[in-house]
Every structure is written in structure tokens, then in C-alpha cells.
């Protein structure tokens, strides 16, 4: 006879059995929250000295990063001159499904080092997997076959559809809508879609896009998409798209990068050779106001966004050949830096007792976030080539995307 629960007991047990069968996902840019922040991981008590190989993929060309949901790895990567979207077994990287699409793209001069892309992480919601491709191109597709549902590709709506280095931002799935910056240098616009049907739900054409990804927070009483685009650091109204505030910000050769970062009721951003500094957004009677909180010279970041825990800001400065420094998250005061020598860029985890760094050397570091010093636990070699792409930490693997490769790491001794 099978046991019956109490109604309310029975609804209990439902939600705990959504919540951990969706504990382990990792649907978007930078997590669940897009703060690099890992929950549920099961960490080595002590690190060992190498890590176990357990599966390596050939996928694509590409920086675009894995997301997993529901044991699926998803991942946009170049085949060529098609931009393929992948479906992979989390366990064993064997392929599940994949649609591709032509999209040849002639990379700027000054960046043909790093290929022709994608550069944009995926988003997997509702069913739904949204990808932005290198020149633009807005795709949904079912997440379970890869049928696709609707198609965006903004001919029609600017003469250029992405900006100079091509599109990096990555989709921010907010509300049942889909947000993305388009267009292309000096001409674009915010846009929200519909994420089952691909309506235009509000368009803000503000500025021409950087290749930051947004975040979403509630602050000053206001549900509001964050970003730095071509010239401005802004927030939007998540429902309307309406601008809220904003302040100028310009980077050399227009490449605002850094994905801001919430911390209490601050806002934190930088770029490269400009400081990193706070904004607190006030109201008063003519609507919302950012007032800058603190900043500091010392640590001006280029393509690598910080990441905070406690109260303690860690990041890595393109000064010094790639230096890690940690600042007070209230205040800014430095308290301890590297002797830097690291790498042209990096990729944060914050998972628990300890941060993940991945440079693009294809090393990982292991560190402790301390408040007085550096002090990395472990290094390890995940790649052997360079590794841009956001790394993947759930419960004991470790998934690193390298130039054409994904990567699955154990962290089990």
C-alpha cells in the first residue's frame, strides 16, 4: 500500500523535489544569479594534486560558455562558417542533439586573434534555449529536440547588427522576456521579446551596444535590466524598458565589457584603463539618481568581471600583466594585490570556501578568500589551449571550454 501524505505535506514534498532537481542547474551567463555564485557543490575536503579527465568533446570554435539544465550541457559554439547549437549529456558529453545556421562573419582587424566567434553565453528557461550569435543573430529553440520556435535577425532595423569586435553580450531571461542590446556601432537599441513567441514586448534605442552582458536587480524600489552599452552605464525598467538613469562611460575603442555587479544597494563597474567604482541609486522627486559611492584607481578591469563574497570584492586587473586583488566591498579600501603576471583574462567561481580562477592560459587556480593576503590552495592545467569561456562548477565536475574543446573535469579525489 502506498503511503498518503496530508495536503500540505504532499505540497512540501513537491517543492523539495523541484528545488533539487533543479539545484544543480547553471541556465545562464555566470549562474543563476549572474554573480559567479555556485550553491550545492560538494567540495574536497582536501584538493588533490590533479584533477581526473572525465570526458573531452570536440564542439567548435568559439568563447560562448556551457549552461546545463536538467543534465543537459548547452553550448553555441563555430563549425566553419556555420554557428551550431549544441545539446550535450552532462555525464558522458555524448551529443543529444544540435542545429546549426550559416553565419560567415568577417572578424575587425584589430580582434582576428580571437576568431570569429560566438562570443554570447546561451540561456535556458522554461523549456526554452535562447542564443545570440556573432553578427546578431537571436535564435529560441525548443530545449528538448532543437526544433526552432522563432528567429530574430534585425536587417530590417539597423544597417549594422553587431558592434565593432561582434555581439557578446549575453540574453538575460527576465519576466518571460528575453533581453538583449542589438544593432551595431553608434545605432542600437535595448530590446525585450516574448520569450514563447518572439513579440517585440518594448524596444529602448538609446545607444548602440557594448559587449557587456546585463543583470536584473531591485533597487531604489525599482525592478530594473543594468548594463554598460557602447557610451553609458544605465538601468532600464524591466518592465517597460524605460530609462531610469544613467551615467557617461567610455572605454578606449568603445569596449565596455565588464558585467556590473550588485552588492547590497551598490552597483559595481569598471573597464579598461577607468577605475572601478560604486554607484547607490537614490529617489527623489524627478525619479531615480546614481550617486557614486566609492572608486579607486588602483584596479581598472578590462574583460574580467569580479566577484563578491562576504563583503570582500575579489577581481583581476589587466594592470600588471593580469594581477588579483582583493578590495572591501563597502568601502573600496585595497587590501591585498598580487604580484600579477597571470594572463590577458579571467573567469570567477565563488563556490563556498573557496574561489575558482580560471586564466586563459588554461590554468585553475584554487584560492581562499582572504581578507589579508593571496593565498591560492591548488593550481591546475584544464586546457592546452586558451580558455575564455566561463567555467562550469556542479556538485563534483568542472566543465572548461578551450578553444574547440569542452572539457569535463572530476573534482572527487
Known amino acids: 500500500m502506498v ?5 500540505g505535506k504532499l505540497i512540501l514534498a513537491l517543492l523539495l523535489g523541484l528545488l533539487s532537481s533543479t539545484a ?14 555556485v550553491s550545492g557543490v560538494a567540495l574536497p575536503e582536501k584538493w588533490p594534486d590533479g584533477l581526473k579527465k572525465e570526458w573531452q568533446v570536440t564542439v567548435g570554435e568559439g568563447y560562448s560558455s556551457p549552461v546545463v539544465a536538467e543534465d543537459r550541457i548547452y553550448l553555441l559554439t563555430r563549425q566553419e562558417d556555420d554557428e551550431v547549437i549544441l545539446c550535450l549529456d552532462l555525464v558522458t558529453g555524448k551529443e543529444i542533439w544540435q542545429r546549426r545556421y550559416p553565419a560567415p562573419y568577417e572578424m575587425h582587424i584589430a580582434a582576428r586573434g580571437h576568431g570569429k566567434g560566438p562570443k554570447s553565453t546561451p540561456a535556458v528557461s522554461g523549456g526554452r534555449l535562447f542564443t545570440l550569435g556573432i553578427s546578431g543573430i537571436l535564435s529560441c529553440v525548443d530545449a528538448k529536440n532543437g526544433q526552432l520556435q522563432w528567429r530574430k535577425q ?19 531571461v527576465e519576466g518571460g522576456l528575453v533581453i538583449i542590446h542589438f544593432g551595431g556601432h553608434d545605432k542600437g537599441a ?48 524591466a518592465a517597460s524598458g524605460k530609462l531610469l538613469w544613467k551615467i557617461p562611460f567610455k572605454t578606449d575603442y568603445d569596449q565596455n565589457i565588464v558585467t556590473p555587479v550588485a552588492y547590497k544597494d551598490l ?10 567604482a560604486t554607484i547607490r541609486l537614490e529617489r527623489n522627486a524627478a525619479g531615480i539618481v ?6 579607486t584607481e588602483a584596479h581598472p578591469l578590462y574583460m574580467s568581471s569580479p566577484v563578491v563574497k562576504d563583503n570582500l570584492l575579489f577581481g583581476f586587473s589587466h594592470r600588471k600583466s593580469g594581477q588579483v586583488f582583493c578590495v572591501d566591498a563597502d568601502t573600496g579600501k585595497t587590501l591585498w594585490q598580487n604580484d600579477g603576471r597571470m594572463g590577458g583574462n579571467s573567469a570567477w567561481l565563488q563556490a563556498g570556501s573557496v574561489l575558482l580562477l580560471l586564466t586563459d ?15 591560492p590552495i591548488k593550481r591546475y592545467q584544464v586546457a592546452d589551449s586558451p580558455t575564455w569561456a566561463q567555467p562550469v562548477l556542479l556538485d563534483n565536475r568542472l566543465l572548461i571550454k578551450d ?10 579525489n
Open 403 to 412: 578553444k574547440t574543446t569542452l572539457l569535463s573535469w572530476s573534482l572527487k
Open 267 to 276: 552597483l559595481i563597474y569598471s573597464g579598461v584603463s577607468q577605475p572601478l
Open 290 to 295: 546614481p550617486k557614486e559611492a566609492w572608486r
Open 3 to 7: 503511503p498518503q501524505l496530508e495536503p
Open 361 to 375: 592560459r588554461g590554468q585553475l587556480f584554487v584560492i581562499r578568500p582572504s581578507r589579508t593576503a593571496y593565498e
Open 24 to 37: 544543480a542547474d547553471w541556465p545562464q551567463w555566470r549562474g543563476p544569479n549572474r554573480d559567479a555564485a
Open 190 to 237: 535595448l530590446g525585450a521579446f516574448q520569450a514563447d513567441t518572439g513579440k517585440v514586448e518594448w524596444v529602448n534605442n538609446i545607444d548602440g551596444p557594448g559587449y557587456a552582458s546585463p543583470i536584473a536587480v531591485t533597487l531604489a524600489g525599482e525592478r530594473q535590466i543594468v548594463t554598460q552599452t557602447q557610451y553609458y552605464f544605465l538601468g532600464v525598467s
Open 154 to 172: 534585425f536587417t530590417k532595423d539597423f544597417e549594422r547588427t553587431s558592434p565593432l569586435y561582434g555581439a557578446a553580450m549575453s540574453p538575460l
